[in-house]
């Protein structure tokens, strides 16, 4: 979305905001936007909500499991969420429909989509576009990504993330962090200069 459409959706008050890993993993901007959409919220009795999917949510303790190995604790981790007002969303059954509805439209074929899955292993290795190198793509493996993005369409949200890749070609409704915080600093700076009338 361009910076202005994020602007105008801030403005009606009520949006549900979903982060995707990347966006989480900048975890410096991530709590600041997070101080920032509360502050609107409790100054102007906006209505923003912020979650991530209980999939991104698994991939963020997962690399805090790794980096901090035996200090890592999920007693502080869920302390930082709930501090910051984010919720995590379970990926049920309407989601895995919206998902499937999301892939179909990009890849309507098999061989479409195992021509892509194929690409994206093969661009995962850093090689150039080969088509020599053995294999259909039948058994490569599909990014978490898609679910991401389907949980995001499906519930209507505002889905935050740093990746371009095809996976998020399915998705209009979606900017960055940069964007992201500048639409808030917009919407803070005019309610901060708007004549007092109360």
Sequence with gaps: MKPNEIYQLLCQGQLTLAFDTNAVFGHHQFWRICNK????????????KLTVSALVHTEKLFDLKQELKEKYNLEIVTQSLSSKRVSIKSFEVRHAIATASVIGKQFPTNDDWHKFKRQKCIDCLGLQ??????????????????FIVGHAYCEDYLLITQDGGEEFK?????TDLAS???????????????????
């Design 37 to 48: 959409i509360n502050q609107l919220n409790d100054k102007y009795r906006y209505e923003f």
């Design 180 to 198: 992201l915080e500048a639409a808030v600093d917009q919407l803070t700076k005019r309610l901060q200069e708007a004549p007092d009338t109360s």
């Design 170 to 174: 399915g998705i209009e409704k979606k």
């Design 129 to 146: 576009r080969i088509e020599h190198i053995p294999g259909k793509g039948k058994t490569c493996g599909a990014t978490i990504d898609w």
